[in-house]
């Protein structure tokens, strides 16, 4: 069972250019988390998704970001006009729909943005 | 909204020392992990612990959630524990992660 995959690992850009980070959930997962870590950080929470709605996006900033988990494909976490501040790493996670309370979260290994 | 605490921020030990890492949150949680960040950046998942005691290996982990902090047991350490270890909380009525600052661990041979 393959764990929860992210692409790409490294993702370079330049300020005002367009970052997108793909995730696609472990199998049988329909929950999808977006967090960030900035250098000597711990993980902060951005965005909350499950099939075609976003259920919680208390943590992401307000412009230049957007998140997606379509019926189809992976989940997309998309960054517009980059700036040097969004140099971070992007980890996505998932978890099982189980209707208990049952919520571990799986972790991918995570993409890191560099804006130049 | 609730807040973890990690202790210590900082250990380092010799190689098969034991250690404690403590996590205290403000608040009622439904869930709790701990996670290893390892020097690559992965995060490995440790333990799914809201309560009780688990063990794996040379690991265990205990909640007390009526007293809202959970220990993380390490015992005869290998340099390949070292990384930061992430306590990590879902808040009551949210299903967000909240992590701690970690705890940075260093096992030198």
């Known amino acids: 069972n393959a764990g929860v995959m992210q692409n790409p690992r490294h993702l370079v850009r330049r300020r005002g250019q367009e970052a997108r980070l793909r995730c696609s959930p472990m199998?049988?997962?329909?929950?999808v988390y977006w967090y960030r870590q900035l250098p000597e950080e711990g993980l902060k929470f951005m965005v909350y998704?499950?099939?075609?709605?976003?259920?919680?996006e208390s943590g992401m900033p307000k412009e230049r970001f957007s998140a997606e988990f379509p019926k189809e494909g992976p989940s997309i976490l998309r960054i517009q006009q980059v700036v040097r501040g969004d140099s971070a790493a992007y980890f996505c996670?998932?978890?099982?729909?189980?209707?208990?309370?049952?919520?571990?979260?799986?972790f991918g290994p995570g993409t890191r943005l560099t804006v130049l | 909204g609730i807040q973890v605490e990690q202790s210590p921020p900082d250990l380092i030990l010799q190689e098969g020392a034991n250690s404690t890492l403590r996590c205290n949150f403000s608040?009622?949680?439904?869930?709790l992990q701990w996670f290893h960040q390892n020097p690559w950046g992965q995060l490995i998942n440790l333990f799914y612990?809201?309560?009780g005691t688990k063990q794996n290996g040379r690991l265990s982990a205990t909640t007390v959630a009526t007293e809202r902090y959970s220990l993380l047991y390490i015992s005869s350490s290998q340099t390949t524990d070292s990384g930061v270890y992430f306590c990590?909380?879902?808040?009551?009525?949210?299903?967000?992660?909240?992590f701690g600052t970690g705890t940075r661990l260093l096992v030198s041979p």
């Open positions: 996670a998932s978890s099982p729909s189980t209707g208990s309370s049952y919520n571990e979260q799986f």
């Open positions: 199998k049988g997962h329909s929950h």
């Open positions: 998704l499950q099939k075609e709605n976003i259920i919680d």
């Open positions: 608040d009622s949680v439904n869930n």
């Open positions: 612990i809201p309560s």
């Open positions: 990590a909380v879902e808040e009551t009525g949210f299903q967000k992660l909240v």
